[in-house]
T-cell receptor, first 112, second 114 residues
Framework: AQSVTQLGSHVSVSEGALVLLRCNYS??????LFWYVQYPNQGLQLLLK??????LVKGINGFEAEFKKSETSFHLTKPSAHMSDAAEYFC??????????FGTGTRLQVFP | SQTIHQWPATLVQPVGSPLSLECTVE??????LYWYRQAAGRGLQLLFY??????ISSEVPQNLSASRPQDRQFILSSKKLLLSDSGFYLC?????????????FGQGTRLTVV
């Protein structure tokens, strides 16, 4: 079965520092991969998605992610963290079926 | 444009009481519909999904059930709530699943069973 693993349930960075949130996928074929963000008591909002068109995907709010088949990874990065980036981030995989499978999430804290 | 409505936003129910959460989608036809539950530290657990009216797939055995009486309506129910049913419930929709199309989420329902 296809799945995603998010390393680190909590990540803390200082404002202006690099943000790196890790996601590794398990799939026998290149999957579709997504990153979502969730602010407290709200639904999920799509940040970006990989659909095999380009390995470096740019999303909203300055985030980007790189698909690396050799490492089965799809890590999310942002060069400079902002206080408003504090939220929970979810990696997800769509395994060519009717389902979207999520990781356990990473809570990002940004300190001034 | 498409919108998804989920209600209520918060709900406090006693153990043993019934549950009905409703989700409706506007602006699209024949969407795939999903119910997820979010518990602290456990990410999003897919509970049910539906590819059409009356077609429900259950992902995990539990105290809940789902129904899709109309194309754009998805209902999550329980006859008798358990304490373990507490959590944040999210409805979502997508089209052409399996082609890289993302899911769109409602604002969620915070259910507390007391």
């Amino acid at each position: 079965a296809q799945s995603v693993t998010q390393l680190g349930s909590h990540v803390s960075v200082s404002e202006g520092a690099l943000v790196l949130l890790r996601c590794n996928y398990s799939s026998s074929v290149p999957p579709y991969l997504f990153w979502y963000v969730q602010y407290p008591n709200q639904g999920l909002q799509l940040l970006l998605k990989y659909t095999s068109a380009a390995t470096l995907v740019k999303g909203i709010n300055g985030f980007e992610a790189e698909f690396k088949k050799s490492e089965t990874s799809f890590h999310l990065t942002k060069p400079s963290a902002h206080m408003s980036d504090a939220a929970e981030y979810f990696c997800a995989v769509s395994p060519f079926t009717d389902k979207l499978i999520f990781g356990t999430g990473t809570r990002l804290q940004v300190f001034p | 444009s498409q919108t998804i409505h989920q209600w209520p936003a918060t709900l406090v129910q006693p153990v043993g009481s019934p549950l009905s959460l409703e989700c409706t989608v506007e602006g699209t036809s024949n969407p795939n519909l999903y119910w997820y539950r979010q518990a602290a530290g456990r990410g999003l657990q897919l509970l049910f999904y539906s590819v059409g009216i009356g077609q429900i797939s259950s992902e995990v055995p539990q105290n809940l059930s789902a129904s899709r009486p109309q194309d754009r309506q998805f209902i999550l129910s329980s006859k008798k709530l358990l304490l373990s049913d507490s959590g944040f419930y999210l409805c979502a929709w997508s089209v052409l699943a399996g082609t890289g199309t993302e899911a769109f989420f409602g604002q969620g329902t915070r259910l507390t069973v007391v």
